[in-house]
């Protein structure tokens, strides 16, 4: 069984230009996470997703940053413009619902250097 | 209070020896305690998971210990393995909400042959 699917793996941008990355989830999963990893940190929570529905996006930093997913499976996360600090990892999850008990099961992940 | 504070922040064991990394939260409404492991290059694997109903919790060689009263839970892994060599995350959250999990800030571990 496939795992959670993100690409690309690695990106290079200059400051002030758009980025997206995409994911798509185990199938089945009907819930979606979107996680920014610093260097050294843990993951923390950008949005997650109940099917087509943004359910807590409340970390999101909208002004630069959206998401979407459409048809409720897979899902895009773009930065515009991007800024020297987003230089992160950007990782997926999903699960078979959502709460605690719903293991979530992550992707490798989108290393993003903005210069 | 939402946090989850994590230590120590890198780790160094022989092989063969105990390795153990200590979590403290401090929002008594978290019930559910999972430690995660992720590799270089990976993302974040779910390793074991603990509810506050019991004191400790043993898969193989990794076992969680919960005190719920000093609101602290750690992760011992008996036996370490130089394939344990990974950077381990504790995370909190509550079980009958979809609150998020929050995730303490990782140990990295490395065991010597």
């Known amino acids: 069984e496939a795992g959670v699917v993100q690409s690309p793996r690695y990106k290079i941008i200059e400051k002030k230009q758009p980025v997206a990355f995409w994911c798509n989830p185990i199938?089945?999963?009907?819930?979606l996470y979107w996680y920014l990893q610093n260097l050294g940190q843990g993951p923390e929570l950008l949005i997650r997703?109940?099917?087509?529905?943004?359910?807590?996006d409340s970390q999101l930093p909208k002004d630069r940053f959206s998401a979407e997913r459409l048809k409720g499976v897979d899902s895009t996360l773009k930065i515009q413009p991007a800024e020297l600090g987003d230089s992160a990892v950007y990782l997926c999850?999903?699960?078979f619902g959502a709460g605690g008990l719903n293991e979530q099961f992550f992707g490798p992940g989108t290393r993003l250097t903005v210069l | 209070q939402q946090q989850v504070k994590q230590s120590p922040q890198s780790l160094i064991v022989q092989k063969g020896g105990i390795s153990i990394i200590n979590c403290a939260y401090e929002?008594?409404?978290?019930?559910?305690f999972p430690w995660y492991q992720q590799f270089p290059g990976k993302g974040p694997a779910l390793l074991i998971a603990?509810?506050?109903?019991?004191s400790e919790k043993k898969e193989g060689r990794f076992t969680i210990s919960f005190n719920k009263s000093a609101k602290q839970f750690s992760l011992h892994i008996m036996d370490s393995q130089p394939g344990d060599s990974a950077t381990y995350f504790c995370?909190?959250?509550?079980?009958?909400?979809?609150?998020?999990?929050?995730f303490g800030t990782g140990t990295r571990l490395q065991v010597f042959p």
């Open positions: 603990i509810r506050p109903d019991v």
């Open positions: 999850a999903s699960s």
């Open positions: 995370a909190a959250s509550k079980v009958y909400n979809t609150d998020k999990l929050i």
């Open positions: 929002n008594t409404a978290f019930d559910y």
């Open positions: 199938s089945g999963h009907n819930t």
């Open positions: 997703y109940e099917n087509e529905e943004a359910v807590d």
